[in-house]
Structures are given as structure tokens and as C-alpha cells.
């Protein structure tokens, strides 16, 4: 989907999975214009407070869609974890594992993902998204 006709649908997005594709049919990405039209959609999705199951089923699937392209296309090094990154992110922001957790909604999951001791759910991908306004697919 052109970047134009994306943006004209910028209202609210299509709870079911079969309208999502309707708006924009997920497909290998092959260049930057398709790139730039996933991740914009991703952050639509990443944005809702509750996305329905539908919703939900489209960010997975555009979210592998992204990590394949990314991978071949923007890897950043291919020795980095998702929790590699994470770290990253929050060293570059000047963020501490206790206001991991209070971003995460419990200030000890912090601490405890940082170690390796709980792995990320799919709200905590989807708010880490947001918040570094990164793909949902790094931390994959």
C-alpha cells in the first residue's frame, strides 16, 4: 500500500484480523517505501490500549514480516539478544531496572527480566515498543 493511501486511513483500525488485511495485506517486504508502511501500521497497533484478537493476530504476523526484512536488511549485529537490546535501549535512556518494572507495571519484573529470570510477554514487547519507539520485532 502506498504511503499516501496509508495515511488516509489514519482513523480507528479494524478489530477484525480479515478487515486488517483488507487495509493492507501483509506480504514480504521487499524495499523501504513497504518497510516504512509495516512499521507505520506497527505503530498503530503498538498504540492500542487493548487490541482485540484480531488486531493482535495482524501485529504478529506484520511483526514477523518486519524481522525477516530487518534481519536481512538493517541487522544491527547479529550477536545481539532481544535482552541485549533492551539493556541498550535503557542504558541510552537512562532508565534503571526498577523504572523498567514501573514501565512494565511491577517494579521487581524489572530486575528479573534484566537477569534473564522472566521472559517478555507480548503487552510488555508492545509497551517497550511504544516507549522506544522501536519495532515490536527486536525484542523477538
Keep these: 500500500m502506498a ?9 480507528n483500525l479494524p478489530s477484525r484480523f480479515e478487515d486488517l488485511v483488507a487495509l493492507m495485506s501483509p506480504r514480504a517486504i521487499r524495499d523501504e517505501v513497504a518497510y516504512d508502511n509495516t512499521i507505520e501500521m506497527l505503530d498503530r497497533l503498538t498504540s492500542l490500549r487493548r487490541p482485540t484478537k484480531g488486531q493482535q493476530q495482524y501485529l504478529d504476523t506484520l ?15 547479529d550477536g545481539l539478544s532481544p535482552l541485549d537490546i ?55
Design 3 to 11: 504511503r499516501a493511501a496509508l495515511s488516509h486511513a489514519k482513523g
Design 63 to 77: 511483526s514477523v514480516l518486519v524481522a525477516a526484512y530487518e534481519n536481512e536488511h538493517h541487522a544491527i549485529d
Design 86 to 140: 533492551l539493556k541498550h535501549l535503557l542504558d541510552s535512556n537512562g532508565m534503571n531496572a526498577s523504572q523498567l518494572g514501573e514501565l512494565l507495571g511491577n517494579r521487581s519484573l524489572g530486575s528479573k527480566i534484566l537477569r534473564g529470570e522472566r521472559e517478555l510477554s507480548k503487552g510488555h514487547i508492545r509497551t517497550l515498543a511504544k516507549r522506544f519507539k522501536v519495532s515490536p520485532a527486536l525484542f523477538l
